[in-house]
């Protein structure tokens, strides 16, 4: 081997294992999903679109608070990033979770749960089909139609655009995907052309449902959880601690201080995805209450009133603070 390769191939080691995001292998081959997704197809998506989000994201995050940060911490504060990091991210991310729900594999079914809650809230499957193919349809340029779990834990259609998904913290509409189908012209134009609907229709026929139900049961189960899966949680907790305890011993300097920072944090928890373990119509309510407590005490600062009213609101605030790590606890935790 020539020097000029060697080097070559010691820099692609290098980048391969010092690269932040990489891709996964595709799970079938090119052709496995003919005839509703050519092969040709298949092998531009994976190995040039996908693979460029990979690359580029890479990128985007050096030098930047989200270099040390997961996939899923990047989307918790995507609203706080560059455009190239929440593109490239979403694509990165909106991808793996496409090739993960299609399969070659004939008349996969959704799990009899999945199914119940299809047809408590569609009617059924089949109906469901329908209205995430008008929902497709109705996406503007390129995008993305989704079947998601909400935050209250039931199933919903929505479509995003660009590489955006439930995910992210600027969601319209936010909760954990089960099913996504990619409506970008690249995922279908050269056996399509422009006809998205039939793309949508036929791609029914690769649907992996044995995954998508697994993606359901992981949104719906409760389980003991790790305060450290939210990190928005953590976050307003800190600015709470070092601002509520020294309040303790008759100290405000430090709310008054920082009151505006309790508002902006209290605002990312709001909007954040709340894990799938402490998801609850009380934890929803309780959360909200926060956002609004912290914009009173915020405006009791800024308009000087007394120590003592301060502390109150402040009191009452770390009280709420509290009521989420209860009803997050399921009893045990802590």
Same mark, same amino acid.
């Given at each position: 081997?020539?020097?000029?390769?060697?080097?070559?191939?010691?820099?692609?080691? @290098?980048?391969?294992?010092?690269?932040?995001?990489?891709?996964?292998?595709?799970? $079938?081959?090119?052709?496995?999903?003919?005839?509703?997704?050519?092969?040709?197809?298949?092998?531009?998506?994976?190995?040039?679109?996908?693979?460029?989000?990979?690359?580029?994201?890479?990128?985007?995050?050096?030098?930047?608070?989200?270099?040390?940060?997961?996939?899923?911490?990047?989307?918790?504060?995507?609203?706080?990033?560059?455009?190239?990091?929440?593109?490239?991210?979403? /694509?990165?991310?909106?991808?793996?979770?496409?090739?993960?729900?299609?399969?070659?594999?004939?008349?996969? +079914?959704?799990?009899?749960?999945?199914?119940?809650?299809?047809?408590?809230?569609?009617?059924?499957?089949?109906?469901?089909?329908?209205?995430?193919?008008?929902?497709?349809?109705?996406?503007?340029?390129?995008?993305?139609?989704? !079947? $998601?779990? /909400?935050?209250? /834990?039931?199933?919903?259609? @929505? *479509?995003?655009?660009?590489?955006?998904?439930?995910? %992210?913290?600027?969601?319209?509409?936010? /909760?954990?995907?089960?099913?996504?189908?990619?409506?970008?012209?690249?995922?279908?134009?050269?056996?399509?052309?422009?006809?998205?609907?039939? $793309?949508?229709?036929?791609?029914?026929?690769?649907?992996?449902?044995?995954?998508?139900?697994?993606? $359901? +049961? *992981?949104?719906?189960?409760?389980?003991?959880?790790?305060?450290?899966?939210?990190?928005?949680?953590?976050?307003?907790?800190?600015? %709470?601690?070092?601002?509520?305890?020294?309040?303790?011993?008759?100290?405000?300097?430090?709310?008054?201080?920082?009151?505006?920072? %309790?508002?902006?944090?209290?605002?990312?928890?709001?909007?954040?995805?709340?894990?799938?373990?402490?998801?609850?119509?009380?934890?929803?309510?309780?959360?909200?209450?926060?956002?609004?407590?912290?914009?009173?005490?915020?405006? !009791?600062?800024?308009?000087? +009133?007394?120590?003592?009213?301060?502390?109150?609101?402040?009191?009452?605030?770390?009280?709420?603070?509290?009521?989420?790590?209860?009803? @997050?606890?399921?009893?045990?935790?802590?």
């Amino acid at each position: 081997m020539k020097k000029n390769q060697i080097l070559s191939v010691l820099l692609l080691i @290098c980048v391969s294992v010092s690269a932040q995001f990489t891709q996964k292998p595709l799970p $079938y081959n090119y052709n496995a999903l003919e005839p509703f997704i050519d092969a040709q197809t298949m092998e531009i998506h994976y190995s040039k679109h996908h693979a460029a989000y990979v690359k580029n994201l890479n990128t985007a995050v050096i030098g930047t608070d989200a270099e040390k940060m997961t996939i899923t911490e990047i989307f918790a504060n995507v609203s706080k990033l560059s455009p190239a990091i929440r593109n490239n991210a979403g /694509g990165h991310f909106n991808h793996e979770f496409f090739w993960s729900i299609l399969t070659p594999e004939k008349n996969t +079914k959704p799990s009899a749960d999945l199914e119940k809650a299809i047809n408590e809230t569609f009617g059924s499957v089949e109906t469901l089909k329908e209205k995430v193919n008008a929902a497709a349809a109705s996406r503007f340029g390129s995008g993305w139609v989704w !079947l $998601y779990v /909400g935050q209250e /834990g039931k199933l919903a259609i @929505c *479509t995003t655009a660009n590489q955006d998904n439930p995910l %992210m913290d600027i969601a319209e509409n936010k /909760g954990m995907p089960i099913l996504g189908i990619d409506v970008w012209e690249h995922a279908y134009y050269l056996k399509y052309q422009n006809k998205r609907a039939d $793309y949508v229709n036929a791609i029914w026929n690769v649907i992996n449902w044995n995954e998508v139900s697994n993606y $359901y +049961k *992981t949104a719906t189960t409760k389980k003991k959880g790790k305060f450290d899966d939210w990190q928005a949680l953590k976050d307003f907790h800190k600015v %709470m601690s070092q601002t509520f305890h020294p309040s303790e011993e008759g100290n405000l300097e430090p709310i008054k201080k920082r009151s505006s920072e %309790m508002v902006e944090k209290a605002n990312l928890l709001a909007k954040s995805i709340i894990p799938a373990e402490f998801n609850s119509k009380e934890v929803v309510a309780a959360v909200k209450k926060l956002e609004t407590d912290s914009k009173k005490l915020d405006k !009791l600062v800024k308009s000087k +009133k007394s120590d003592k009213e301060i502390t109150m609101a402040l009191t009452k605030l770390h009280d709420v603070f509290h009521e989420i790590i209860g009803l @997050c606890s399921n009893e045990d935790h802590h």
